[in-house]
């Protein structure tokens, strides 16, 4: 008989709060004591510091050699033909509780491999998915959970959430309501349908649903007394606050917001996003340097909360500290080498300071991690175009027209780099191609109006600029208006 320890990733993979730091009290005592107090305790910290470090060296260690043990275990099992799905389902739940979601989605298809029939097994690689960013891996797997298991609510849920992240909130809308007839007691549920609703901009509905979800967790918190239960519906208390407070944000009622926000706080200290979303109604009180203050401590929390660094940066660039925000991009992109978002962040800044070298090195990044994004490569051939290398800016603009023939920016763009080469014709057709994809944009339509302005087609390029004019574009209504200001002086 072979005894594995049985191992409950489902426990695991709830968000537990982190423990709250122990308070140190003064009481009397003259400033020398004070102070002597202050460095016994001191001392004593550090040495629990050194203590507690060790520890958790130790007990990684010993993490990763069970690991790799029970690895080694498996595929002695495999050599004797034994029947291996628990050891595989077994060391795939402890890669995953290490946060080692590759190997954990590895482990879980070998148990599958096995036994393809067992709803856990599903659910677990859905879960290491979702954890590792692959969103469409992990509703594959989601809905494979639910066609094993129709009466599972937590996939209904965990899918839906996937649902959102995608920007689908009307499929998640669905899958929340049948998680609730599932489970009517099922908090989780309820805040991810708020955030269903609030995606949705249907406010009065999530208002409703958020205030239901805190009412339910208060309740079920005061039923179920054990420590595990009462943390759980913190955490889904804090949740609904959270979304509240998003909400308000969204209201632009900022004051109110900060009530809700610091509620979801005091519930759950360790948990960055309603950090982020203070910061978002500090700024709408214009109070930056609150908001700088709330930005930062949910990236101290959280080294991962791209968002946060993002509105870090935007703030600094809206205050014109420059540096400070090209500082927040390099340090989110030392966490995160591949991530589009910042590259893009530091590309806007470097050409706002005209540092097309490194600008050009940020966007070309860009292509590496991402090279089916069209709007890279027009970002590309724009600054070629700044830097007359035509060319180039039609090679890149060409690539991004293959990669989305009715992206209008690149035929426009196109046009421009063909004009600049002096070849009429294709300029045109590439200006007409940008008009055909989207009417609404102004600016192929203005520079129709200057290519044929500049023919000798005055009529003609005049009412480009006229619709170009109508629909908001400055430099055609300027254009128009020096235009009659000089019809009327001669």
């Not at 690991?67 to 389902?89: H, K």
């Not at 879960?127 to 937590?154: H, V």
């Not at 800016?393 to 027209?401: L, M, V, W």
């Not at 004009?419 to 192929?444: I, Y």
Request: proline share 3%; glycine share 8%; with cysteine.
């Amino acid at each position: 008989m072979i005894y594995i320890a049985f191992f409950n990733a489902e426990a695991l993979r709830t968000h537990q709060p982190a423990m709250r730091p122990a308070r140190t009290t003064w009481s009397g005592g003259s400033g020398g004591e004070n102070r002597r107090a202050q460095t016994a305790i001191d001392s004593a910290l550090l040495r629990d510091l050194r203590v507690s470090a060790l520890r958790t060296i130790k007990t990684k260690t010993k993490l990763l050699f069970l690991a790799m043990a029970l690895t080694v275990f498996v595929l002695g099992l495999a050599s004797c033909n034994i029947p291996l799905y628990e050891p595989y389902f077994q060391v795939a739940e402890r890669y995953y509780s290490e946060g080692d979601y590759t190997r954990a989605i590895a482990m879980y298809f070998n148990a599958i491999g096995e036994n393809d029939k067992l709803a856990e097994t599903f659910y677990g690689l859905a879960m290491a998915y979702y954890r590792r960013g692959d969103l469409e891996e992990a509703m594959l797997a989601f809905e494979k959970t639910i066609s094993l298991d129709p009466k599972n609510e937590s996939a209904y849920e965990r899918l839906a959430s996937v649902h959102l992240d995608l920007g689908n909130p009307d499929t998640a809308l669905t899958l929340c309501r049948k998680a609730i007839r599932l489970d009517h007691e099922f908090v989780e549920a309820y805040n991810t349908l708020g955030h269903a609703f609030l995606d949705l901009g249907t406010l009065d509905s999530a208002e409703a649903t958020f205030t239901y979800a805190i009412n339910l967790a208060k309740g079920l918190s005061k039923r179920d007394r054990g420590i595990r239960g009462r943390a759980l519906y913190l955490d889904e208390e804090s949740e609904a606050f959270n979304g509240l407070g998003e909400l308000l944000n969204s209201r632009k009622q900022y004051r109110y917001a900060l009530e809700y926000l610091g509620s979801s706080i005091s519930l759950t200290p360790q948990w960055d996003t309603p950090w982020t979303n203070k910061g978002v109604a500090y700024e709408g009180l214009g109070n930056s340097a609150a908001a700088q203050v709330c930005y930062q401590r949910a990236i101290d929390l959280s080294v991962t909360n791209f968002t946060a660094y993002k509105k870090l940066a935007d703030l600094y660039r809206r205050m014109g500290r420059g540096d400070d925000a090209l500082n927040v991009y390099r340090s989110a992109l030392r966490v995160d080498p591949s991530n589009v978002d910042m590259y893009y962040g530091l590309a806007d800044m470097y050409e706002k300071k005209g540092d097309h070298a490194h600008a050009l090195e940020a966007f070309e990044s860009i292509l590496k991690y991402a090279p089916d994004d069209p709007i890279g490569y027009v970002r590309i051939g724009q600054l070629y175009l700044k830097t007359s290398d035509n060319d180039k800016a039609i090679a890149y603009f060409e690539q991004a027209g293959q990669l989305d023939p009715k992206y209008a920016e690149a035929h426009d763009g196109l046009g421009e780099a063909f004009q600049a080469k002096g070849r009429l014709q294709e300029s045109q057709r590439a200006f007409e191609k940008a008009v055909a994809c989207d009417s609404l944009f102004p600016l192929p339509l203005r520079h129709l109006g200057s290519l044929f302005i500049a023919q000798g087609k005055e009529a003609e390029g005049l009412r480009f600029f006229q619709r170009a004019a109508a629909l908001g574009d400055i430099d055609a209504i300027i254009f128009l208006r020096s235009r009659r200001a000089n019809e009327k002086e001669e």
